[in-house]
């Protein structure tokens, strides 16, 4: 059995740059109108200013699969470790003769392997579930120090509630609140995630389903690119539109006055452009994502099968959740043409964006995200933005639009005027 202090020298010797950094918006503020909630609780989704929401949800996955702790633990990076040292190990001066501490204690345990947040000191971190700086619904620090989408609506709506923070798994509920997101999770795996999301608001007194507007997240596709060279048919971006379509089913019959906010997919075929070169995330990424790996998988054929997936959400939005005022789904598509990495200004990828995994985003990236997320909610359906600089932070942070104050949804993109309502004082 490997140990885990000489996986720690090997991850820090080889890890990606991130230098710790994080993004914050300190003050920001919109015009005091569109700050304020409804003066009556809208009963019109279509109607929904972002000060009534009160309550924050997510459903999804951590963009990896809980494989690679679970190789770590049963020894399958032996070879990898191996080589690592052999290679590095004697460019991190003062670590050769490090005595390492035996993980058999831990070999019984499954750990998801996040990593979001991890800084470069922290190499380990990448096994560690950092949900409080999740771009959706993190909630640690506040929106000066790091920029998420529940620190956004925090600004509108102080007493919001659900949002996760610190680290931990989905079923600690201290850290976790309303993020039953599960690493290595796939689309599959939804259905299970909205009736354990469902169960948690039923049995938290300070949730009341029926009254109560909510806002629930979800951001997933990831896993299931990763399989797709190996079960192209279980994973096919048909079977993936059913699967999101069945758990967003779920939440319209359980959960009244809610709408459902999803991330559209991620191009994966850029893991290959963060990789290049870099040992330890390239061998990594043969765990956490198997197909990136398959030269029999080229970058055009992966770009291509993302972009399948990406159709196919879309077709979620065909009115199919729109039969009832009180639930609607938006499709949120800011990454749909991206398919490069953050980059420097010498034109290298730009690690400070990732994990140690280069896999993950760091806290820096899933800041970054939050903002391009946010901005693309405030757009109107069929206006939205599909591309997003991520190397550009010069675009400010949007305020609704003061003309229609309201989450925009398919409805109140066409015409506003019928859903306007009082504001509150």
């Known amino acids: 059995m490997r140990t885990l202090c000489c996986i720690a020298v090997a991850l820090f010797s080889l890890a990606a740059a991130n230098d710790g950094k994080d993004y914050g918006i300190p003050n920001w503020k919109c015009d005091a109108e569109v700050m304020k909630r409804s003066k009556m609780v809208p009963e019109s989704v279509h109607s929904l200013r972002f000060a009534d929401i009160d309550v924050i949800a997510a459903l999804g996955d951590s963009l990896t699969k809980t494989q690679l702790s679970d190789s770590i633990v049963n020894g399958l990076y032996e070879p990898l470790i191996n080589d690592i040292n052999t290679r590095r190990l004697a460019m991190t001066a003062g670590l050769s003769s490090v005595e390492c501490t035996p993980i058999d204690a831990f070999s019984n345990r499954r750990t998801a392997a996040n990593g979001a947040g991890a800084e470069v000191n922290d190499p380990v971190a990448v096994l560690i579930q950092y949900r409080g700086l999740a771009f959706g619904i993190g909630g640690d620090k506040s929106l000066d120090e790091h920029v998420t989408l529940a620190n956004i609506l925090r600004k509108f709506n102080p007493n919001l509630f659900g949002y996760s923070t610190g680290t931990g798994s989905a079923n600690v509920w201290k850290t976790a609140k309303l993020n039953a997101a599960i690493p290595g999770a796939e689309s599959s795996d939804l259905v299970g995630q909205a009736n354990d999301l469902i169960r948690r608001m039923k049995e938290h007194p300070e949730v009341d389903i029926k009254n109560q507007w909510k806002l629930v997240h979800i951001f997933i596709g990831g896993n299931d690119m990763c399989d797709w060279c190996d079960y192209p048919d279980v994973v096919s971006d048909q079977h993936f539109r059913d699967n999101i379509g069945k758990a967003v089913q779920i939440l319209k019959d359980n959960l009244p006055k809610t709408i459902v906010v999803l991330v559209g997919m991620l191009d994966l075929s850029l893991l290959r452009k963060i990789d290049k070169g870099k040992y330890f995330c390239d061998k990594l990424h043969t765990f956490e994502c198997p197909c990136e790996q398959e030269l029999n998988f080229p970058d055009d054929d992966i770009s291509a099968e993302c972009k399948k997936y990406m159709t196919a959400e879309q077709e979620l939005m065909d009115g199919r959740f729109d039969t009832t005022d009180d639930f609607t789904l938006v499709i949120q598509p800011f990454f749909e043409e991206i398919n490069s990495p953050p980059m420097t200004p ?16 760091s806290a820096y ?35 609704p639009d003061k003309l229609c104050p309201f989450i925009r949804t398919t409805k109140n993109s066409v015409d506003c005027a019928p859903y306007m309502t009082p504001v509150g004082n």
């Open 346 to 361: 010498d034109g290298e990828p730009d690690l400070s964006f990732f994990a140690p995994d280069c896999f993950h985003f």
């Open 365 to 399: 990236g899933h800041a970054v995200v939050a903002k391009t997320l946010w901005n693309n909610i405030v757009q109107p359906v069929g206006l939205k933005d599909r591309y997003a600089n991520l190397t550009d932070l010069s675009p400010t942070l949007a305020c």
